[in-house]
């Protein structure tokens, strides 16, 4: 990076940060549920908006000199407003790629921004694309998703936690369509043209709610590819059964503590292809019906 270019990347970060600030002391607990006025605040700030897509920049750069991603993958990034996603305490750091947590115990971050690329990546996700996301957390990877997939495309994303789950469909504008049914309230939306896919959200136990999801899939439809965002202590071989030929899944398999692979299984031909795409770090699977 030139030394203009280093320049104006330390002004962006300090402009993030400097704006971010108004929002650091809104709350008494950082770890209490977002207040929904809160959100429509920082959603409503455009002199922050403009200075988190400008921080993100260098971000993107950084990206093309790491990995080979896609294009629309890396405008993805770009247009996509992380600090939303984030709590707001850490608004300052949301163009830094890596996780930021959720909640107070570790349970649920928002990852690193190259994480979500690296899953979409080996999911070879192209628009028009439907895909299943076990972990919505605030849902910054389903919108990520959202705008790779394109108006042709849908993302279909399951949460345990109650309150991210609602936080994300504020987030990520969706509305309630239909009632509990014991273990999941759907979501849905019609895909606004400027953000692309369509979204559903449901409520439940990731797994359990994942096999209905494929069991569920029309033969005619596009196979699912399936982004497991929660380390599995074993690889999730009831989804895998269920892959239709095309269908892919990852996710990251090993103790939450030890060592995790990032796990690639493709459904070609009528046979599973395993694949390990190197060492990563998620946190831990919560629940498992």
Known sequence: MTRPACAESHSAL??????????????????????AQLDAAIAEDLDLAEAGRVARAPLVNELVRRFDFPAHYLDAILLVPRERFVLPEDIAASADDTPLPLDRAGQATVSAPHAYLLTYSLLRLVPGDHLLELGTGTGYGA???RRILGPTGHVTSIEIDPALHERSARLLGVRPDGVPDGDAFSCSVAPPSAEGASVTLLCGDGRALAERVLAGAQPSARPWKVAVTYALTEPPRALE????????????????EGHQDLMRVECRSGTLVREVHGAVRYVAERGHG
């Open 14 to 35: 300090v402009a993030l940060a400097t704006l971010s600030a108004r929002y650091n002391d809104r709350r008494h607990d950082r770890w209490a549920p977002v207040p």
């Open 143 to 145: 919108a990520l998703a």
């Open 241 to 256: 059964a269920q892959l239709a030929e095309g269908g892919a899944l990852v996710a990251p398999v090993g103790a939450w």
